[in-house]
């Protein structure tokens, strides 16, 4: 028979005489194994969370300035209002008071 083995039978002798023992020691290794996991994984989880709200924030922020510059029109309305200003600038440019 190979030691290991003597091992193993010489292991299950000493559980029959503490089953309770070792039922508790083999649930609570794995409720920790368990819970170590669960948590590793919670942290990360968290941090792709956290990341997250920072980029909705960047994105708030940059919204938030985009309408500042807008001053509340529409990108529609700013883009006819930039066509007018560039049609007035090259109506100028060639009328005879520029030239």
Known sequence: MYKWT????????????A????????????????WGISSWFDSRYDATI?????QIGILRDRLAAYQDKLQGASPQQAADELNQRRA??????????YS
Do not use: C, H, M, Y
């Open 88 to 97: 007035e600038i090259d109506e100028i440019k060639n009328s005879d008071l």
């Open 19 to 34: 089953p309770r023992s070792f039922a508790i020691v083999t649930l609570s290794t794995i409720g920790l194994g368990w």
């Open 6 to 17: 003597e091992d193993v039978v010489a292991e299950a002798q000493v559980i029959r005489a």
């Open 50 to 54: 956290d990341g997250k709200d920072v």
